[in-house]
C-alpha cells in the first residue's frame, strides 16, 4: 500500500500550455460567409481537441456549435478537419499536433454547412442508404440456430465492420467535394461489409448499384480516406476489393 | 491552408441515362496502360536509341519504317491505344472538374472530336504514306533524294 502511495506521487505533473485555435466560424443569423476566429486556450498535453473546444465554448464563446456524444471515438459525431486534415476531435491530442502553429479547426467538407462545425449529414446517410446496409438472407437458419459462419468467411469483411459512420473519409474525398454525387468511400465501405458476408444473399444487388456512373468507378485512389479513417479501415482496399467483385460479378 | 467549398448544388442523386460505360472504360484504361508501355517504350528505344540513335531520324527514316506493315500496325495501335487513353483520361477529369452538367457536355465533345479528328488523319497518314509519289518533272527535285528517277 505504502509503495503504491509513493508510486502515485511520483508521476510527474501535467503540463500545461497555451494553443492558438482557429475555428472557422459560421452562425446563419449573422453571418453571410463563413470566418475564422481565433481562441488562445490553457490546455494540457493530456487533453484533445474536444477538450479545448469544450474550454473555448464553456469559457470563452457559448456560441460555438460542434457534435459530438460519446467524446471517445466510437459515435462517430465529431469529425473535423483539423490542420487539413480529416480526424476524430475526441482522438486527436493536442501535443500531436505542431502547437507552436495556430490549429485550424473547421467542418468537414462537402456537406451543406449549417453552423460552425455542424454539417448536413443527410446526403452521406443518403447514399449509405442506398447501398442496402443490412442483411439480406434468403435462407432460414436452424431452428432455435445463428446463421453459422467459418473465421475465414468472417475475415473477409472484418475491416469493413469497424465503420462508425463519422464521414472523415466521404467528405475527405475530392471526388466527393465536386458534386457530392459520388457515392463515397463510407458508403462503399458498408456495402463491403455485407457484399462479403457469407451469411447475405444481397451482394449482386449491391454490386449492381455501385456498378454505376456515381459508384465504385469514380474512385480515383488518392487514399484520402484510408488516411482519414480514425478507425484505420483499409478504405481504398475495400473499394478495390469491390471493383474486383463487380469485374468477377460476384463476391 | 486551401479552402474547398461546399458544392451548392442541390443533393439529388440524379440516376444516370444511356449504358453505363464506367466498368468497360475503367478495364480500358488498364488494358491500354500495359500494352502502351510497351508500344511507347519500344518506340522510344528504336527511334532514340537503336542504330543511329537519334541523329538517324530523318524523312528517309520514317519513310522506311512505314514501308514495313510491322511498324503500320505498331504505330496504329499506339495512335488508336494512346489516344482514347488520353481523352478517356480526360473524360474523368472534366468529369471531376467541371462546374456545370453543360459545361461538361461542351467540353467532353470537344475533347473526344479532336480526338476522332487525330485518329482519323493519323491512320490516314499511316496506310496511305507515300514518299516517292508520282509527280510531274519539273516538280521532281522536291521528292526525297532516295526516290528512284521516274
Redesign the interface.
Known sequence: MATAVAEQTAVPEVQAFTVTLIIRRFLPEVDEEARWESFDVEVYSTDRILDALHRIKWDQDGSLSFRRSCAHGICGSDAMRIN?RNRLACKTLIKDLDISQPI?V?AI?????EKDLI?DM??FF??YR?VKPFLIANSEPEAGKERRQTIEDRERFDDTTKCILCAACTTSC??F?????YFGPAAIVNAHRFIFDSRDDAGDVRLDIL?????V??C?TTFNCTDACPRGIQVTQAIADV?QA??RGRA | MSTVETPRSPYARTKPSGTNWEKWGWMYMRASGVVLVVLIFGHLFVNMVAGEGVRGIDFAFVAGKWASPFWQVWDLLMLWLALIHGANGMRTIINDYSSSPALGKVLRFAVFASAAVLIVLGTLVIFTFDPCPSVSPEQFDLLPSFCPPQ
Not at chain 1, 467538407?109 to 454547412?113: I, N, T
Open positions: 487539413g485550424y473547421e467538407k462537402g456537406l451543406p454547412l454539417v443527410e446526403p443518403a447514399a442506398e475530392p471526388v467535394w465536386t458534386d457530392g454525387q456498378n454505376d456512373k456515381e459508384g468507378w469514380r480515383r471493383k463487380v469485374l
